[in-house]
């Protein structure tokens, strides 16, 4: 048990050594390697699994979301937010169950852009709806290059991982 501290300050440390491109690059990349090991599942539609959600809210209070995730075997599916909301907490521990109940969100959005987050989001979804910019519909468009959920969750994960930590569809 005495090392659990230890990996925390590891990666508090290793947090505070990596700029905000950083982190956003190694949560992408975590994605990535989370669906080679299937333990992610592209799934439009779906934010985070709803059994892991239940496992999570079910939790103490002050377990950390990241064990629970770690614990998770089945394959989680996942949104392209959900994604990066969960390799935010796997890379960057610090979430407890009580914090992740009362802002699910907040860990990806510390580490990552609105416009990122909601351009990774509409180009996952294939949304379409009238007024979008032309930003939107360029990402839109990019979703729309890929006839499956995994091959573009990918593209989203692996244009973030080029771009330093952006969503440049």
């Given at each position: 048990?005495?090392?659990?501290?230890?990996?925390?300050?590891?990666?508090?440390?290793?947090?505070?050594?990596?700029?905000?491109?950083?982190?956003r690059v190694a949560v992408a990349k975590?994605?990535?390697?989370?669906?080679?090991?299937?333990?992610?599942?592209?799934?439009?539609?779906?934010?985070?699994?709803?059994?892991?959600?239940?496992?999570?809210?079910?939790?103490?209070?002050?377990?950390?979301?990241?064990?629970?995730?770690?614990?998770?075997?089945?394959?989680?599916?996942?949104?392209?937010?959900?994604?990066?909301?969960?390799?935010?907490?796997?890379?960057?521990?610090?979430?407890?169950?009580?914090?992740?109940?009362?802002?699910?969100?907040?860990?990806?959005?510390?580490?990552?852009?609105?416009?990122?987050?909601?351009?990774?989001?509409?180009?996952?979804?294939?949304?379409?709806?009238?007024?979008?910019?032309?930003?939107?519909?360029?990402?839109?468009?990019?979703?729309?290059?890929?006839?499956?959920?995994?091959?573009?969750?990918?593209?989203?994960?692996?244009?973030?991982?080029?771009?330093?930590?952006?969503?440049?569809?």
């Amino acid at each position: 048990m005495a090392t659990k501290p230890k990996k925390t300050a590891a990666k508090k440390a290793l947090k505070k050594k990596l700029t905000k491109s950083q982190m956003r690059v190694a949560v992408a990349k975590d994605a990535l390697k989370q669906i080679e090991l299937e333990k992610y599942k592209a799934c439009s539609g779906v934010y985070v699994d709803y059994e892991l959600e239940d496992r999570i809210h079910e939790s103490e209070p002050n377990s950390q979301v990241q064990d629970i995730i770690k614990k998770y075997t089945k394959p989680c599916e996942v949104c392209a937010r959900g994604a990066l909301l969960l390799s935010s907490i796997r890379k960057f521990n610090d979430v407890t169950v009580s914090k992740y109940k009362k802002k699910w969100e907040s860990k990806s959005k510390q580490i990552f852009s609105k416009q990122t987050l909601s351009l990774a989001e509409i180009a996952f979804e294939e949304w379409t709806k009238l007024n979008l910019t032309s930003i939107e519909i360029s990402a839109n468009l990019f979703g729309r290059k890929y006839d499956n959920d995994e091959d573009r969750l990918k593209a989203i994960l692996e244009n973030i991982v080029a771009n330093k930590g952006e969503f440049k569809p």
